[in-house]
Structures are given as C-alpha cells and as structure tokens.
C-alpha cells in the first residue's frame, strides 16, 4: 500500500504564493506518475497539474497556466506544486495522486493512491 502525503497549505492573500508538497511512501525504484487535482466546496474535483515518472513531461490546468509549476524530487519521493498570483478562486481542498504508470495523466480516475487532501485558502 503507498501511502501519499501533502503539506503546505494555509492561508494567503490573493497575489501571494504557497508551495505544496506531496511525499509517497513507496521506494524511489516505483514508477509513478504524480498529480494534483482540487475540489472546492459543491464542485467536482478537477485536475490542476501532474508530471510523469521521470519528471521529463508535465501539464497544468488551463485555469493555472503561467501561476503554478510542479516539480518532483526522486531522491526524496516527493512532488512540488509552487502556485504563485493565488486568487480566491484557487480556495479549495488539494489533493495529491500517484499513478502506478510512468506517463503523466489529467484524469482522476487513473490514480490508484490519494492523500487525505490539504486545504488552500486564498483571501481577497
């Protein structure tokens, strides 16, 4: 079972910055594929960013292109997503997935493991 973790949320002005972290238990020889998706209150999840294994393709949302850059550090499990110009619509529950595949993917429904979700919270 892996085990997925975020950090890093919190409450920030519209125009300041948060950078989320995304850690998985599972061995660095594991090949998954990484994202973020997001969920406000009485809206479907909707994805935001994922990278692949290898860390050589990512995508972002069209809602958070320019803004927001996810990164990922094999020798410590881990994912970044840097979200800078946060605006009020970014308030929302982030979650962090793998994917036990190598290539980047946008649907939730491909992700076999999940965090517990991190809240982000974007004042005006």
């Known amino acids: 079972q892996v085990q997925v973790v975020e950090s890093g949320g919190g409450l920030v002005q519209a125009g300041g910055s948060l950078r989320l972290s995304c850690t998985t238990s599972e061995h660095t020889e594991s090949m998954f594929a990484m994202g973020w998706f997001r969920q406000a209150p009485g809206k479907e999840r909707e994805f935001v960013a994922t990278?692949?294994?290898?860390?050589?393709?990512?995508y972002v949302a069209e809602s958070v292109k320019g803004r927001f850059t996810i990164s990922r550090l094999h020798a410590e499990n881990t994912i970044y997503l840097k979200m800078n110009n946060l605006k009020p619509e970014d308030t929302a529950l982030y979650y962090c997935g793998a994917k036990p595949t190598t290539n980047a993917g946008i649907w939730f429904m491909t992700y076999d493991y999940w965090g517990q979700g991190i809240q982000v919270t974007v004042s005006s």
């Open positions: 990278i692949s294994w290898g860390g050589d393709s990512s």
